[in-house]
């Protein structure tokens, strides 16, 4: 596919950021074993990663703003135009040395998300979208499955971990699922688990406690799919509720159910 301008200066920063946080995952397997643990040095490449987005971004469009998770928020000249950025989703899963975690980028344009990138380095796996053209895995179109049925469908989820608020409503929500579903399914990426519902991997994914650069790449690239996204909230905007509802067009209604009742 032949991306916009902007699209190209992300696949670029992403993946630059990827080649340095795979370089410090090889370290990490190495630090596992070690006494003093790889804590430390994980925040350190996740704060270089988002440094060095950062800079291509910024070299690229020095007239956008920039939110990043690390950084916060850098207010452009421009004030319709942001990036948004989680260099490393999925941290828990880097820390122990699983190959599961991704790079995120998002552009937005008066508050709508308009293009994304999530990026897994492990398995290069490059997922992006462009609004109005599609969603894409590397070199191939990716479009959200078409199963119907929820008894032969495979979900993903986030289960809120150490102190965050929430778990009652989760585990709410699983023991509703749960006995009538395929699987659901807890990796631990929620850009992955977006860009999994594009390529028809997961035919839906829900969590009720997210930030904006945990999704903001990853809805566009569902919504290019054809899947729908919603917060929980029927018709409301992830961005706004910090919780999102994803599944495919043929079964969203009875998906949306299990989490509206
Ligand atoms: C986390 C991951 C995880 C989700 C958490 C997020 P991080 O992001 O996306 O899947 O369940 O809510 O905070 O901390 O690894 O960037
Ligand atoms: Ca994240
Ligand atoms: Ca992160």
Same mark, same amino acid.
């Given at each position: 596919?032949?991306?916009?301008?902007?699209?190209?200066?992300?696949?670029?920063?992403?993946? @630059?950021?990827?080649? /340095? &946080?795979?370089?410090?995952?090889?370290?990490?397997?190495?630090?596992?074993?070690?006494? @003093?643990?790889?804590?430390?040095?994980?925040?350190?490449?996740?704060?270089? #990663?988002?440094?060095?987005?950062?800079?291509?971004?910024?070299?690229?469009?020095?007239? =956008?703003?920039?939110?990043?998770?690390?950084?916060?928020?850098?207010? !452009?000249?421009?004030?319709?135009?942001?990036?948004?950025?989680?260099?490393?989703?999925?941290?828990?899963?880097?820390?122990?040395? &699983?190959?599961?975690?991704? %790079?995120?980028?998002?552009?937005?344009?008066?508050?709508?998300?308009?293009?994304?990138?999530? =990026?897994?380095?492990? @398995?290069?796996?490059?997922?992006? #979208?462009?609004? !109005?053209?599609?969603?894409?895995?590397?070199?191939?179109?990716?479009?959200?499955?078409?199963?119907?049925?929820?008894?032969? /469908? &495979? =979900?993903?989820? $986030?289960?809120?971990?150490?102190?965050?608020?929430?778990?009652?409503?989760?585990?709410?929500?699983?023991?509703?699922?749960?006995?009538?579903? #395929? $699987?659901?399914?807890?990796? !631990?990426?929620?850009?992955?688990?977006?860009?999994?519902?594009?390529?028809?991997? =997961?035919? !839906?994914?829900?969590?009720?406690?997210?930030?904006?650069?945990?999704?903001?790449?990853?809805?566009?690239?569902?919504?290019?799919?054809?899947?729908? %996204?919603?917060?929980?909230?029927?018709?409301?905007?992830?961005?706004?509720?910090?919780?999102?509802?994803?599944?495919?067009?043929?079964?969203?209604?009875?998906?949306? @159910?299990?989490?509206? %009742?």
């Amino acid at each position: 596919m032949q991306g916009s301008a902007n699209l190209n200066v992300m696949i670029k920063a992403a993946r @630059k950021a990827g080649r /340095s &946080l795979s370089k410090d995952f090889r370290e990490v397997e190495n630090l596992l074993v070690s006494r @003093k643990g790889a804590s430390d040095f994980v925040t350190r490449a996740d704060t270089a #990663a988002e440094q060095i987005i950062r800079d291509e971004l910024m070299a690229a469009r020095p007239t =956008y703003g920039f939110l990043g998770e690390e950084t916060g928020e850098i207010e !452009g000249q421009d004030p319709t135009r942001r990036w948004i950025v989680d260099p490393l989703d999925g941290t828990t899963n880097f820390l122990h040395g &699983l190959p599961h975690w991704a %790079v995120s980028i998002a552009l937005e344009h008066k508050g709508q998300i308009v293009a994304g990138v999530v =990026y897994d380095p492990t @398995k290069d796996e490059m997922f992006f #979208a462009e609004k !109005g053209a599609g969603a894409w895995m590397n070199e191939s179109r990716i479009r959200a499955s078409v199963r119907n049925r929820i008894d032969e /469908s &495979l =979900y993903a989820t $986030g289960i809120p971990f150490a102190t965050r608020g929430e778990l009652p409503a989760t585990l709410k929500d699983l023991a509703n699922l749960m006995p009538a579903c #395929a $699987g659901v399914r807890r990796f !631990g990426a929620a850009s992955l688990d977006l860009a999994y519902v594009a390529a028809g991997r =997961y035919d !839906g994914f829900w969590e009720r406690s997210l930030q904006v650069w945990d999704m903001a790449a990853g809805i566009v690239i569902a919504k290019e799919a054809g899947a729908i %996204v919603e917060g929980i909230a029927p018709h409301s905007n992830p961005l706004d509720t910090n919780d999102i509802l994803v599944a495919n067009e043929p079964q969203f209604e009875k998906f949306s @159910k299990f989490f509206r %009742v």
